[in-house]
């Protein structure tokens, strides 16, 4: 059975028309009839860390990943109490170097956000929710020699793993760029599964280093969402 891993960005009233990357902002309005309505279609929602039994085969059912990228603290103070409210469990992909910090990589792009801080991530994890690595900086890996990838894949986990006293075991590529020396690099650093920005569900046969995701923006209403989940339509390539 494919599993569609769900990604989201940032979970917040959505800044005025015109402004770049939009469309990744989704009302928590709109997050929170998502999350019911796939409660309600009798789907469980899981962090990458509780989907592994499914995606290794062990284990079947009704399932779908939750991932948010980047670690807004939009996604603490919106998304969580939502999540809790349905009894799933996410994975927020965080960058080490910007604990407290803000969308720094993104800089003369969009309005600065601001990402979870100690206190923020520290309530994350005791709620049941999965950190998982998005590099220390938010590094397009392509453009780096594999010393200074490596740096920031294995960086981000030893920070986060460090100063939160957690275990990371799931990677997230910034951009969604990579090449084929990046996903053996993931795999040799000891994370277990990294996901793309490549449309598709997770079938189980899926190399483990480059898995698909369902993309949600903000524009993405209920029936889209059914139709991504439930038919092959994610699956095409392209
Ligand atoms: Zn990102």
Redesign the pocket.
């Given at each position: 059975m494919p599993i569609p891993i769900l990604m989201y960005h940032q979970i917040d009233i959505p800044p005025i028309r015109g402004t770049p990357l939009r469309g990744l902002v989704v009302h928590p309005k709109d997050f929170n009839n998502q999350m019911r309505w796939l409660k309600w279609m009798g789907y469980q929602g899981l962090s990458m860390r509780d989907l592994e039994p499914y995606l290794a085969g062990k284990k079947q059912g009704r399932v779908f990943g939750i991932t948010l990228?980047?670690g807004y603290k939009n996604n603490f103070d919106n998304a969580l109490p939502v999540l809790m409210k349905y009894g799933f469990t996410a994975t927020c992909y965080g960058v080490s170097s910007q604990i407290g910090g803000t969308n720094a990589w993104d800089a003369g792009l969009v309005a600065e956000k601001q990402l979870m801080g100690i206190q923020e991530w520290a309530g994350w994890l005791k709620s049941g929710m999965e950190i998982g690595a998005?590099t220390r900086t938010?590094a397009d890996l392509t453009a780096l020699s594999d010393d200074a990838a490596i740096e920031e894949i294995s960086g981000c986990k030893t920070d986060f793993e460090r100063e939160l006293d957690c275990e990371v075991r799931h990677f997230c590529y910034?951009?969604g760029r990579f090449g084929s020396n990046h996903t053996d690099l993931v795999r040799k650093m000891g994370y277990l599964t990294a996901t793309t920005t490549r449309r598709g569900r997770t079938q189980t046969n899926h190399n483990a280093m480059e898995l698909p995701r369902v993309m949600v923006a903000r524009a993405t209403y209920l029936l889209q969402l059914f139709v991504k989940m439930e038919t092959s339509y994610e699956d095409k390539r392209g």
């Open positions: 990228d980047d998005h938010h910034p951009f």
